[in-house]
């Protein structure tokens, strides 16, 4: 039997290196997932939410599976690297690269900044994958959260790339629950009693209904009176659904209320102006 040379067993090492590193890069994030969502779930993880849970797991693991790969790719090139190079003749590259390394570790401190910035961000659960937040005026649905950026995408379409350092001032509109507030204009002899007993009769419907009953937490009902003038009196109306719900209630809210007031010849009023919500 011919005896293997060294070419040929360092070719075969460094084939069985690149299997085993595909595996682990394709397998490794799968696992992470799986224990995210079912091993790694602590007394706070149960309290919260279905919904907020499972954005917690997704945001966690999507984190710690890019970690993984990041570690599979370094160790598998230097594992490759080696079999080409030995330790002697390694050794004045690693030294010049601790000289390349130091003055590089000045000009990334932004990137460390970034990174640890995100570590806060995902360990005190500011916004997770999924969440619809605003950041510095630009809001949007939260695509990805990385060790270095938080990518979100507006209503238009357009993406948005904000490095973590940079965000000073999140606003979370889906954070364990949302906020159904809006305000209904009517004119000034409307009998306001008859108009909020409609609003409150609506919510109280629509809370009970099959497609809406596991999404309202409190029904929409009549809240305050708000401003009124000789041409219009606002009435503000509230109630809290699930995350990310309240604009689909609150537009349910609104068609249903108009019809109503339609039927019961309840006029609308002129909006103040700046007050429309």
Do not use: C
Not at 119 to 125: G, H, K, M, Q
Not at 153 to 173: A, L, S
Not at 202 to 224: L, T
């Amino acid at each position: 039997m011919k005896p293997i040379t060294s070419p040929e067993l360092t070719a075969l090492e460094i084939i069985i290196i690149i299997v085993v590193a595909i595996a682990l890069y394709w397998l490794g994030p799968r696992v992470v997932m799986w224990l995210t969502r079912h091993a790694f779930v602590t007394t706070y993880q149960r309290t919260l939410p279905k919904k907020d849970l499972e954005k917690r797991h997704k945001t966690l693991g999507g984190l710690f599976a890019n970690v993984w790969r990041i570690i599979v790719v370094v160790i598998a090139g230097y594992a490759i690297f080696t079999h080409f190079f030995n330790s002697a003749a390694l050794a004045p590259l690693f030294a010049s690269a601790g000289i390349i390394g130091v003055a590089f570790g000045f000009g990334a401190q932004s990137l460390v900044k970034d990174f640890l910035s995100g570590v806060f961000i995902i360990s005190e659960n500011q916004y997770r994958v999924g969440d619809i937040i605003e950041i510095d005026g630009f809001g949007g649905t939260v695509e990805r959260i990385g060790v270095r950026s938080t990518v979100i995408r507006d209503v238009e379409g357009n993406v948005h790339f904000f490095p973590n350092g940079v965000v000073q001032h999140v606003i979370n509109k889906t954070m364990g629950y949302s906020k159904v507030y809006f305000t209904i204009t009517v004119a000034p002899d409307t009998n306001i009693s008859t108009a909020s007993d409609i609003i409150n009769r609506i919510g109280e419907e629509i809370s009970g209904e099959e497609k809406w009953q596991r999404k309202v937490i409190e029904p929409p009902h009549f809240d305050i009176l708000g401003d009124f003038n000789a041409s219009s009196i606002s009435l503000v109306v509230s109630g809290k659904t699930q995350p990310s719900d309240q604009w689909a209630l609150t537009a349910e809210m609104r068609r249903r209320i108009l019809r109503e007031f339609e039927k019961e010849h309840i006029e609308l009023g002129a909006a103040s102006p700046g007050k429309h919500k």
